[in-house]
């Protein structure tokens, strides 16, 4: 049995998985036409290797005993790239699954570079190639072929040899703090909680004021809402270009709104464009003070752009030095900012990043440290 339709032996598989010290876990999906997640498979693994798949499609499947053992505080549960199936179960559970080990990030900080793919880190570990072609099928048709289950499985059997590798090189390194610090964001509720009423912050909109940012947040808040309750994509209710030109015109009737590109004479006389119409009388009802601000971007000064070009260099031999991913050590918004404000309020200034990069950083902006070249490499040379 390599497929698990029957909840009794779902039931089973659960109970004994509950008493490993890991499991290895993986889904497959379908988005394209929905808001949520449409979960089709869950693959599953013990130490053992000895996978099973899931299938979530079948008529009347109780998951009950998987959102348990997804609850275990006694199991951990190895992912890689965790970000789409945390949120899957978070959607099905209400809660996080916990605790985790994410095997993408883990490999970020043992200097995989930056995001690496599934496949390349398991060649890079195990020396195992891995059969792609699979992986862009339909999940959701019935019923699955041998070799698509083949491929499901192998996800997570060759993640044991991953995350047995990288737990031993974390701990050589003394770098387990490093990487649950990093998953801290992964643990978080609200990493999973899509907020209507936050949605247009996702939104660009030309030469933004504060009462057009307004209306595009009751507007957002709309489409979020009607996305999520017809799960549907959200640019099947409406494209971002045309809430941002709804924003912009902040159009009063039915013969304004018609106006509006992409707009037509049927919408703009149903229900969903009274609906808009509305969201806009609300915005522009609500108390100024409320209205978003926009941010405008200073300009960065041409000494500044020197500093950040410096702490680019820094920022490349603190990687190579410390067999570390760049990208998880600092990111180019916290170059600038620490150029600009040696306080800054930026992870490359907290916790372990501080140790190996930030505290370096701020020596050099201040001349005490400076970067030159030592047997024609770039190298760290001490102010005296």
Request: contains cysteine.
């Amino acid at each position: 049995m390599t497929i698990i339709t029957d909840n009794d032996e779902l039931a089973a598989f659960c109970e004994k998985l509950a008493r490993e010290e890991f499991i290895t876990i993986d889904t497959e999906f379908l988005r394209e036409k929905t808001y949520y997640p449409k979960l089709c498979l869950v693959q599953v693994s013990g130490p053992n290797k000895k996978a099973l798949a899931i299938d979530t499609l079948v008529k009347g499947t109780d998951l009950t005993p998987l959102f348990d053992l997804l609850q275990n505080k006694d199991v951990l549960k190895v992912f890689h790239a965790s970000r789409q199936d945390l949120e899957i179960f978070y959607n099905l559970m209400g809660c996080v699954a916990t605790p985790i080990f994410d095997t993408q990030v883990a490999a970020m900080v043992c200097g995989y570079g930056d995001s690496i793919s599934y496949e390349k880190l398991v060649k890079n570990i195990s020396g195992a190639q891995i059969d792609k072609s699979s992986q862009f099928t339909d999940w959701s048709l019935r019923p699955l072929s041998n070799k698509q289950i083949n491929y499901a499985l192998g996800d997570v059997t060759h993640l044991c040899d991953v995350y047995h590798n990288l737990r031993e090189e974390l701990k050589k390194t003394k770098r387990c703090h490093w990487v649950l610090m990093e998953e801290e964001i992964l643990n978080n509720p609200a990493t999973y909680q899509n907020d209507p009423y936050k949605a247009w912050e996702r939104i660009k909109i030309r030469s933004p004021k504060s009462r057009s940012l307004a209306i595009l947040r009751e507007l957002a808040a709309l489409r979020e809402r009607r996305a999520q309750k017809c799960n549907i994509p959200k640019a099947w209710v409406m494209r971002d270009d045309t809430l941002a030109d709804m924003a912009n015109q902040a159009p009063r009737d039915k013969k304004s709104l018609k106006n509006i590109r992409n707009i037509s004479k049927e919408f703009a006389q149903g229900k969903f464009g009274d609906q808009m119409l509305e969201a806009i009388e609300t915005a522009m009802a609500s108390p100024k003070e409320s209205w978003p601000v926009p941010v405008k971007k200073k300009p960065v000064s041409p000494h500044v752009l020197v500093i950040i070009d410096i702490l680019k260099m820094l920022l490349k031999i603190e990687s190579t030095e410390h067999g570390v991913a760049p990208k998880i050590i600092a990111s180019a918004s916290d170059l600038e900012a620490i150029a600009l404000d040696d306080n800054a309020d930026v992870p490359a200034l907290k916790g372990w990043r501080r140790e190996v990069f930030g505290e370096e950083a701020l020596a050099v902006k201040h001349g005490k440290l400076a970067i030159g070249l030592k047997d024609g490499k770039i190298a760290k040379v001490p102010v005296t």
